[in-house]
């Protein structure tokens, strides 16, 4: 008879070990040989990712004396190598007992020889060799067992019949079924007889083989109870060939191992089933990978069906130990501060780990990890700083790209091996991409989130815009824009407030849900520390301020704590401004300070100047309709100004004829001068603080009329900013006098602090109460008022002003466009509509005279 036989050899039994390993995924195929004088021509076939790395170990291998390489049609590569062998080569050994090598192929980690045998004492021989060569000769399988008519199996050397000791006589046959994992059966078709097994069954089952002798049904006591009767009923299908199960049994130990059990029948000359065979095969391995790749694939999809990343985390470290069997497992994320990483997750086998602290610094593992990108390993020294009550003795980190990094760790020595890392590893990526998908969808959302706030901001500043343009008083401006802020949910509460004494605060308007705000009138008092020093540093900026610690805040104030009382969690300050005065702050009470980022911020700033300019509108048009007015007198003696400058330089006076504002932070001065040459007066005026332009209207040796655009924190700009009318105003020996009128209502006290900060030299030197004449003054204006825009009134002033209308005129309509930045048709545009209103109301008003 003949023996075939599979065996599994080192790698280095063949000179070209080192070019096997060259990468894991390297397979060489032996093909048939050929023996000649000089030694072995074997062909190869070769299948590699780095085929260039190959053929270099190759060629460098001692024993290799050529190679010809070429690729088939295929793509396959093929290399025809001859080289010299010893007698302890296995090619030697194969030669020296008769043993013919039929196929082989080549692994990093092994060869495997399929190997034919003239008889079974040959094949003993053979495999003795291998050992006293130390080539660890690893038997898998041997076929061509001869079976006698009566079912019987017979061996080389005798014909005894099939037990559990059978093939003992048989060394082949006892050496290879000893040495293979998986285990050998034979039974009756009947199962009342187990004719054979093999000593793998004493290791796989837990159970000696003497009994199968006795109990041919005994193996079936370690199965599953879960599997048993499945297992029993299939029995039947043995003899059919049709056998092929998986089961679970229980070792004495109290392990639990997953079994293959495959059967084929054995028949006479006449067909009749005489014996049936089987091997059964412990996949508990393969089992194992099957289930933690199913586990893995589970958690990858809950992952990206989470919505957070701690969801995703809390995910992450289960799998880690459930499916893994580590001790701890953690996921850190970067922290609010540079340098830190916080805990989102963590989990421990079978404990309930501490609250894990940050980790902050550069000087551990998690942070070079994090920083690197690449794993990192630590030991018990790092290990102990991790929250488990038992100690983790080693562990490494993963990092998690930009979102973080996930920690393994583990009590045992050896729990981190290939299969362990490679799995591990596996969980990281899933673990990021659930991370980045989460991060990306909350990053859209909170983009979403703050498109719609600044949606609804848009539409609330829209609002008050079109209330704002249709009233025409200060309270009905404050009251509109509290009103409106009031009933945004986004927001618990909006006041209008200025500073009074102390740490008191005015409120001017308010309007909200709390009682206490509700039960405030216009002008009331109140103690709010917290909120006066908001007011003052976002009026003294002129900024838009956000107070997101107010409840970490001890003197807040009692004012402040019925706020918080309603869920209040920050405060937002709009300064009410145009140009350097400021009307007043707008307070924001809100439940979420998240969402009032930069852009929020610079769109609530630009809604305070509008609305600031609007009260100064307002304001000014109070002073002119009013038929009671209160007129201050100041004196200004400030050398850094330039008009006072002028006049004590040259010893000139200057005297204002008229101004007119070009837009919010400049005006337009029409100054007459006396005893300065007018060539002297605009090459001084050049370059001079707070001067951006001047022209010469009239001019000569002795001074003439000047037009001068003026920007920064003149007494008069301060004035005109709080509605002020401007009566007279000079200059004369460094010394400046002004008089100006405001609406009888206004309080005094504000504008003039606001006065003294823009000009430390002015005093308050004279306060008066005016009564005007109510036809001249409040009918007449109003009703001009009503027909002009505000643009018209300042290009008809500035008409007026520079001479447009004397003749010859002093003053052209170019004049005037280039003082407006305009064309010379927009401003004769104005100046036509602004007259025909300005003689529609004056013809008007003579009929109602001449009517009275």
């Known amino acids: 008879m003949t023996v075939d036989v599979r065996i599994g050899l080192p790698t280095d039994t063949v000179g070209i070990a080192d070019a096997v390993a060259v990468g894991e995924s390297t397979r060489v195929e032996l093909e048939p040989c050929v023996y000649t004088d000089g030694g072995l021509t074997p062909y190869l076939r070769v299948e590699t990712d780095d085929p260039d790395a190959f053929d270099t170990a190759l060629r460098a291998d001692r024993a290799v004396e050529t190679a010809r390489r070429h690729r088939d049609d295929d793509g396959t590569v093929r290399y025809r190598v001859t080289w010299s062998f010893d007698e302890t080569d296995v090619f030697s050994l194969l030669r020296g007992h008769g ?19 003239p008889d079974s004492a040959a094949l003993t021989d053979f495999l003795d060799a291998c050992r006293d060569a130390d080539l660890s000769p690893r038997v898998y399988r041997s076929e061509g067992v001869d079976c006698r008519a009566d079912g019987t199996v017979a061996t080389a050397d005798d014909g005894t019949t099939g037990s559990p000791g059978a093939f003992e006589g048989d060394p082949p046959f006892r050496q290879i079924l000893d040495n293979i994992e998986e285990v050998v059966w034979m039974s009756d078709p009947d199962k009342e007889e187990i004719i054979y097994v093999n000593p793998a069954y004493e290791a796989v089952w837990g159970q000696p083989r003497e009994r199968l002798s006795e109990e041919p049904l005994a193996f079936l006591d370690a199965v599953h109870p879960e599997d048993r009767a499945r297992v029993r009923s299939s ?3 043995q003899p059919t060939g049709e056998y092929d199960e998986e089961y679970r049994i229980r070792r004495p130990d109290g392990t639990t191992r997953w079994i293959r059990d495959r059967a084929v029948s054995i028949t006479d000359d006449e067909g009749n089933v005489v014996r049936v065979a089987g091997i059964a095969e412990d996949i508990t391995e393969r089992k194992e990978r099957e289930q933690l790749r199913r586990t893995l694939n589970e958690a990858a999809q809950a992952m990206l069906g989470a919505t957070t990343s701690q969801a995703v985390a809390e995910i992450s470290v289960e799998t880690a130990i459930d499916a893994l069997g580590l001790t701890f497992a953690c996921v850190y994320v970067p922290g609010e501060e540079d340098g830190t990483l916080r805990p989102i997750a963590c989990a421990a086998d079978g404990e309930t780990p501490d609250d894990p602290a940050a980790v902050t610094g550069l000087e551990n593992p998690l942070w070079e990890s994090f920083a690197s990108g690449q794993s990192t390993a630590f030991d018990a020294s790092f290990a102990h700083r991790l929250p488990v009550p038992s100690r983790v003795q080693r562990g490494w980190v993963e990092a998690l790209g930009e979102y973080g990094v996930l920690v393994f760790a583990t009590r045992s020595e050896t729990a981190f091996d290939d299969r362990t890392d490679r799995y591990a590893g596996i969980l990281t990526a899933i673990t990021e991409v659930g991370l980045g998908q989460t991060e990306r969808e909350a990053r859209l959302e909170r983009q979403n989130e703050r498109l719609s706030d600044l949606s609804r901001l848009n539409a609330v500043i829209r609002d008050i815009n079109t209330e704002v343009a249709a009233t025409t008083n200060r309270d009905a401006i404050e009251h509109n824009v509290c009103e409106r802020f009031a009933v945004e949910e986004s927001y618990l509460a909006a006041c209008i407030c200025d500073r009074s004494s102390g740490d008191s605060v005015r409120v001017r308007r308010r309007a909200g849900t709390t009682e206490s705000q509700t039960d405030l009138d216009g002008g009331d008092h109140v103690d709010a520390p917290l909120i006066s020093d908001l007011i003052d540093t976002a009026t003294a900026t002129g900024t838009v301020r956000v107070d997101r610690d107010a409840d970490a ?10 706020f918080r009382d309603a869920g209040c969690r920050a405060v937002v300050a709009v300064p009410l401004t145009s140009g350097n005065v400021a009307y007043g702050v707008l307070l924001l009470f809100i439940d979420d300070p998240s969402v009032f980022d930069e852009e929020f911020l610079t769109v609530l700033g630009e809604l305070g100047q509008m609305i600031g300019r609007a009260i100064r509108a307002a304001e000014t048009r109070k002073t002119l309709l009013t038929d009671t007015a209160t007129e201050l007198e100041f004196e200004v003696d400030d050398a850094e100004m330039f008009f006072h400058a002028i006049s004590a330089e040259f010893d000139c006076r200057l ?17 007459d001068v006396e005893g300065v040459p007018a060539e002297r007066l605009v090459e001084r005026a050049e370059g001079a603080p707070g001067i951006t332009s001047v022209r010469t209207i009239t001019g000569g040796t002795d001074g003439g009329l000047f037009e001068f655009h003026v920007v920064g924190g003149s007494a008069i700009q301060v004035l005109a900013a709080y509605g002020a009318t401007i009566r007279s105003a000079s200059a004369d020996g460094g010394v400046a006098r002004i008089v100006a009128e405001i609406a009888s209502d206004i309080e005094v006290r504000p504008l003039v602090s606001t006065l003294e900060d823009a000009c430390p030299g002015a005093t308050l030197v004279r306060k008066s109460e005016l009564d005007r004449p109510v036809r001249t003054v409040q ?5 001009l008022a009503d027909r002009l825009t505000d643009r018209q009134v300042d290009v008809l002033h500035s008409a007026y002003l520079s001479g447009y209308f004397e003749w010859p005129r002093e003053s052209t309509a170019e ?3 280039a003082s407006f930045d305009v064309s010379s048709s927009t401003i004769h545009f104005h100046l036509r509509n602004a007259l025909r209103a300005l003689l529609e109301t004056y013809y008007e ?8």
């Open 99 to 117: 043993v013919v090598l039929q196929r082989a192929h080549a692994t990093a980690c092994e060869w495997v020889f399929q190997l034919r045998a």
């Open 235 to 237: 029995l039947d299908r």
């Open 553 to 562: 805040r001890g003197d807040a104030g009692s004012w402040y704590d019925t």
């Open 655 to 671: 005297d204002l004829e008229g101004l007119v504002p070009a837009d919010s932070d400049q005006l337009v001065f029409y100054v």
């Open 779 to 783: 009918q007449f204006r109003e009703s």
């Open 815 to 817: 004049d005037i466009a």
């Open 845 to 852: 008003e003579d009929r109602y005279r001449t009517e009275a």
